[in-house]
């Protein structure tokens, strides 16, 4: 059972694009949503993360828009370069007390391209 | 700060045999978990621990056992490997006090099963 939902797969958008990937949750239960990025042969690093007390976090040309009635949380990456291509993960933390929040549960990833 | 460190980089078993994939942090994190990660399925949590002597499942613990003597170590033991362990397989670490601190995650090992 995939409690978090990421789509798409696979996305590609010319230089200067927008990227956007989305996310749904079931468990509501999940109160902290980080997005990571891959780069190949490396390990996730923490890209951003929002709390459900907000609908939107921006960092730089990085955008989380939260919904939390719809359960769905999105990354929008504005003004896409060559240097963001990488492997992006959202994942979902529940507040369940103790050690609850460390436990990620993670989306499927997305493969995204930025050609030059 | 060396942050997570993974050995080895790249490991192939035979079905049956056993071994152990080391972890160490020099953050003083409390927390610490391992995950594995397939395609099409992003990334599960196999084993995690709050602190030395306290170790906890996560959503996939079968086939793999785990120990925590101290605080920077975190080693994940297979005992008998299945092809279905092949995989790549991440540690990461964060402060246990907290509910929004980041998670640092390890380079990876990836371990082929024949």
């Known amino acids: 059972q995939q409690q978090v939902k990421q789509s798409p797969q696979s996305l590609i958008v010319q230089k200067g694009g927008i990227s956007i990937i989305n996310c749904a949750y079931e468990?509501?239960?999940?109160?902290?949503f980080p997005w990571y990025q891959q780069f190949p042969g490396k390990g996730p690093a923490l890209l951003i993360a929002i709390r459900p007390d907000v609908s939107e976090k921006k960092e730089g040309r990085f955008t989380i828009s939260f919904n939390k009635s719809a359960k769905q949380f999105s990354l929008h990456i504005m003004d896409s370069q060559p240097g963001d291509s990488a492997t992006y993960f959202c994942a979902a933390a529940p507040n369940a007390g103790g050690t609850s929040y460390g436990k990620l549960t993670f989306g499927q990833g997305t493969i995204l391209t930025v050609h030059p | 700060n060396a942050g997570v460190t993974q050995t080895p980089k790249f490991q192939v078993l035979k079905t049956g045999q056993s071994m152990t994939l080391q972890c160490a942090q020099d953050m003083n994190h409390e927390y610490m978990s391992w995950y594995r990660q397939d395609p099409g399925m992003g990334l599960r949590l196999i084993h995690y621990s709050v602190g030395a002597g306290i170790t906890d499942q996560g959503e996939v613990p079968n086939g793999y056992n785990v120990s925590r003597s101290t605080t920077e170590d975190f080693p994940l033991r297979l005992l008998s490997a299945a092809p279905s362990q092949t995989s790549v397989y991440f540690c990461?670490?964060?402060?246990?006090?907290?509910?929004?601190?980041?998670?640092?995650f390890g380079p990876g090992t990836r371990l082929t099963v024949l």
């Open positions: 468990n509501t239960a999940f109160d902290y």
């Open positions: 990461a670490s964060r402060q246990l006090a907290g509910r929004f601190n980041e998670q640092f």
